[in-house]
């Protein structure tokens, strides 16, 4: 193996290999040391991919079971396989995971197997499983260690019967009593999932509302869908303790203020209160790498480190922590090493939560919007006057369009409803463009498509809507 490199790239998650990718495309001598035996980081291994190949297919069971017979489709009572859904899932890990050891070696990438840590600048020390050191000359380095689920106080991990989301994705059985603790994205998904297959779902969350960053409206319309579909919700709560017992667990929940604490039982708990930037091992302390005051590492708008030639990427650093946004961190930085011009606007990071109905959101929400004391408009444009809507039995939801009250600009959009992260995606491009509510009003939308609803919300912010 070659030893000096003129990138080492540590992580291999989407931060991590899509940079080196791009590295190699501009000339770059690369190498990523990742410590997992296959590429691709959480996103690829235990995140992204698994768990929308396992919401694509606890989804086609629900829909077997009860969404298929309004279209005059009669299957009976479909019976879950559950090792087939999981060979599904592992499936579809294993093409991704390989699709990227193949992309490395179409770009001629080293890919370096173990744990890596930074002595000084310049050198990136590899340590296999078997103890072995391996020492790369790097002329930069790039940090792309990513994330970890923040562990709760009081309530041990076991991934048997108190899961983080990778245990969550590997249940044998599906649990009678599932009470996931945190109302954020990955704890309604899993939850989904386990629903839909059977669970009964209890969510405790500490706010009083859940997925608090989303814009008010469409979160309040969104607990009552999932309410529907029979989640239970426990809000300003939070959970002090665990114990586990063969029969299950009982957590002691009490209100999030402090007073009256209850027991609560559950087959299997989920604990996804959020996820905090892994850099454990790496030496950053002895190198003088700063970190805010939460573990993420501060970067410049180079996204180079408190130290020179050491950058850094993805959940690592400040910012939306999802996978797209550590696609474009990666580009931007090596594009930024090799003297080109790159930035990532985080305002125009899509948020998607792949629940069914979906919600999808850019820009900024209502409330954004009153803090920073900006004059807006809305546009708002239900699904139930979308005729495509009807026609596929998914009427809940809306699009939510807010614009500048003076120019008209599309300030941020707000999608509860059927494919709304697909539909997101319109609005993102004509966000980049710097489009105004008029602009997409006036594009011709195909009929009937869902979209439609986007182009009707965009109407609606000029009090002009059509359909209703
Ligand atoms: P990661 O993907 O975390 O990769 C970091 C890699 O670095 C890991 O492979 C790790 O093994 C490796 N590593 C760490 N330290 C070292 C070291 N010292 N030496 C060598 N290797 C090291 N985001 C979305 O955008 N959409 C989704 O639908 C979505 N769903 C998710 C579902 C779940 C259940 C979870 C947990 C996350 C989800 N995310 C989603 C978030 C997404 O996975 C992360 O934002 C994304 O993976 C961050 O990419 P990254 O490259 O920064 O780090």
């Not at 000359?137 to 108190?162: F, N, R, W």
């Not at 899509?350 to 109905?357: D, N, R």
């Amino acid at each position: 193996m070659a030893d000096s490199f003129d990138l080492v790239v540590i992580g291999s998650g989407p931060g991590g290999y899509v940079a080196a990718i791009r590295a190699a495309q501009l000339g770059m001598k690369v190498a990523c040391v990742e410590k997992r035996a296959t590429l691709g980081g959480t996103c690829l291994n235990i995140g992204c991919i698994p768990s929308k190949a396992l919401l694509a297919a606890s989804e086609k069971f629900h829909e077997a079971e009860s969404g298929l017979a309004a279209f005059g489709v009669d299957v009976g009572k479909p019976k879950l396989n559950m090792k087939q859904m999981m060979a599904h899932k592992d499936g579809v890990v294993a093409a991704n995971v390989n699709g990227v050891a193949f992309l490395f070696k179409k770009n001629k990438i080293e890919q370096v197997v173990g744990t890596g840590s930074i002595p000084k600048a310049g050198e990136v020390l590899v340590t296999g499983e078997d103890g072995k050191k391996h020492t790369l000359k790097a002329g930069k380095i790039l940090i792309a260690t990513g994330s970890e689920s923040t562990p709760l106080p009081g309530v041990e991990i076991d991934e048997k019967q108190i899961v983080t989301s990778t245990g969550a994705l590997e249940l044998s059985s599906v649990p009678k009593h599932l009470v996931v603790i945190g109302g954020g994205v990955i704890g309604l998904e899993m939850g989904s999932v386990w629903r839909r297959l059977g669970s009964e779902v209890t969510v405790v969350e500490f706010l009083d509302r859940i997925v608090p960053t989303m814009d008010q409206d469409i979160g309040k319309q969104f607990q009552r869908v999932l309410t529907k579909q029979g989640f239970k919700f426990m809000l300003g709560s939070k959970v002090t303790g665990a114990k586990t017992a063969k029969s299950g667990v009982t957590l002691t929940v009490e209100p999030a203020a402090g007073g009256k604490k209850e027991e609560l039982k559950a087959d299997v708990v989920l604990v996804a209160i959020g996820r905090r930037p892994y850099t454990q091992g790496l030496g950053l302390e002895a190198l003088g790498v700063a970190l805010d005051k939460r573990g993420f590492i501060q970067v410049d708008e180079d996204y180079q480190t408190s130290v020179n030639g050491i950058y850094a990427i993805g959940d690592a650093i400040p910012g939306p922590m999802l996978a797209h946004k550590a696609e474009e961190d990666g580009i931007a930085a090596v594009e930024i090493m090799a003297g080109e011009a790159a930035h990532v606007d985080y305002n125009l990071v899509p948020g998607i939560v792949y629940t069914w109905p979906e919600v999808a959101s850019i820009g900024k929400t209502e409330e954004e919007l009153k803090e920073a004391k900006v004059a807006y408009k809305v546009g708002k444009f239900p699904f139930t006057a979308n005729g495509r809507a009807r026609a596929i039995n998914m009427t809940d939801g809306l699009v939510k369009i807010l614009a500048d009250a003076k120019t008209d600009r599309v300030l941020g959009c707000h999608i509860l409803g059927a494919e709304a992260g697909t539909l997101i995606h319109e609005v993102a491009t004509a966000m980049a463009f710097g489009a105004s509510a008029e602009d997409i009003a006036m594009t011709c939308h195909g009929h009937p498509t869902l979209n439609e609803a986007v182009k009707e919300a965009a109407l609606a912010v000029h009090g002009r809507p059509i359909h209703i």
